[in-house]
């Protein structure tokens, strides 16, 4: 029997406060002092159509993606990975090809680190392909090969946090969880009026009590019904499509007004900037490549040899005859600016044409096209790069 209507009682979180005037139906105006936040069963009670309001909705408007369609723990698990901090779009060609090439728990705990990090290359965040791959081990070591329908043991395998738990949980097993996300997050700030920075804990532990007092049974549909208004719909950067949310009626911010202006947000901080100079060194028809130290940003993966700061075209030759390098170009490359989450790359490169190179670095490997294209895990920050300078 369905309880899409019905409220689960679950005790606030620690930090919330009496109920304040966003329970009761209005929306207080912004203030330099935080806002206490809503008492839980409060909003959950003005909130219990919440559930019977977002399923018909998902079920009938919800995308068709490939996770989606055969819903296995192993693909639901690869896809929650792999859309950490990653657009769906940008997933979706990645995810096929993973799952082609590693349709279950057995192949991915078995596949060198190599083929691991090509299947991977241009997705980001390589850090998470090794955590799937440390918990596909630990899969195989201590579940027999199967993903355990258990919330804590989800949250015990490597690389498994509180959310990807909770949508694997729901998602696959079906189980009474949910998952909060940015998404979510921003649905309930907006819904509630939250007068905090989503991003902070006690906001976080406001939004997980709350959507577990509103858990019907179809734990699966709701947890990416709620994701999916989120994507769609309650659009971040103050566009949400209100007119065609399901949720609208119930949405305190838009009530107020105040829905382009929340969820808030704390300043992020400036990212530092490193200048490098991309050499990539032709000789007879190889690329030259080095391993990135195996730790830290784009650990273990293979890049063209670089320097730090920006050096002409004199300089790059001056070094590369210092290798005993006899060069017969050096060509300039258009600069390329690379955001990761903390740091900005902005690169000059130089296609440098070798004849010769007698004592290049030990670390160097000379690798052609075919080898780059089906065996070295090159970072998307270098692709712009290597296209232009080696187009031949």
Not at 219 to 240: I, K, R, Y
Not at 320 to 337: C, F, H, I, K, N
Request: net charge positive; hydrophobic share 45%.
């Amino acid at each position: 029997m369905s309880r899409a209507g019905s409220v689960r009682q679950s005790p606030p979180p620690s930090a919330a406060a009496p109920e304040r005037a966003a329970a009761e139906g209005v929306c207080a105006s912004a203030q330099e002092a935080p806002a206490p936040l809503p008492e839980v069963a409060g909003e959950a009670t003005r909130l219990a159509s919440l559930a019977e309001r977002l399923l018909p909705w998902y079920r009938s408007s919800c995308r068709d993606l490939p996770w989606r369609r055969e819903p296995t723990p192993y693909r639901v698990l690869v896809s929650e990975l792999m859309l950490q901090q990653t657009r769906v779009e940008a997933v979706i060609p990645y995810f096929e090809r993973f799952v082609a090439a590693l349709p279950d728990f057995p192949s991915l705990a078995e596949v060198s680190e190599e083929r691991l990090m090509k299947l991977w290359q241009g997705l980001g965040y390589y850090s998470r392909a090794r955590n799937l791959k440390k918990a596909a081990e630990a899969v195989c070591r201590d579940h027999g090969g199967r993903l355990p329908a258990d919330l804590q043991a989800l949250r015990a395998l490597p690389g498994v946090g509180e959310y990807t738990a909770g949508a694997v949980a729901a998602i696959a097993f079906g189980l009474p969880a949910v998952a909060v996300d940015g998404n979510v997050l921003r649905v309930f700030s907006r819904l509630s009026c939250l007068e905090r920075e989503s991003d902070r804990p006690e906001v976080k532990r406001f939004v997980t009590a709350l959507a577990t007092a509103l858990l019907p049974d179809a734990s699966g549909d709701f947890a990416q019904g709620l994701m999916e208004l989120g994507a769609t719909v309650c659009l971040p950067n103050g566009a949400p499509l209100c007119d065609v949310c399901p949720l609208a009626s119930l949405c305190l911010a838009r009530a107020a007004g105040r829905e382009g202006e929340l969820p808030l947000r704390r300043a992020k901080k400036g990212r530092r900037v490193e200048r490098r100079t991309v050499l990539l060194c032709l000789l007879g028809g190889r690329l030259a490549l080095v391993r990135r130290p195996s730790r830290g940003l784009l650990a273990g993966l293979w890049e063209p040899p670089c320097l730090e700061g920006h050096e002409d075209a004199a300089s790059v030759r001056r070094r590369l005859e210092a290798l005993g390098g006899v060069v017969t170009g050096v060509t300039a490359l258009s600069p390329v600016r690379h955001v990761f989450t903390h740091v900005e790359w902005e690169m000059v490169g130089y296609l440098v044409e070798l004849s010769d190179c007698a004592a290049p670095p030990k670390e160097w490997v000379w690798v052609t096209k075919e080898a780059l294209a089906q065996e070295y895990a090159l970072p998307g920050a270098y692709e712009k790069l290597v296209a232009e300078g080696w187009r031949s």
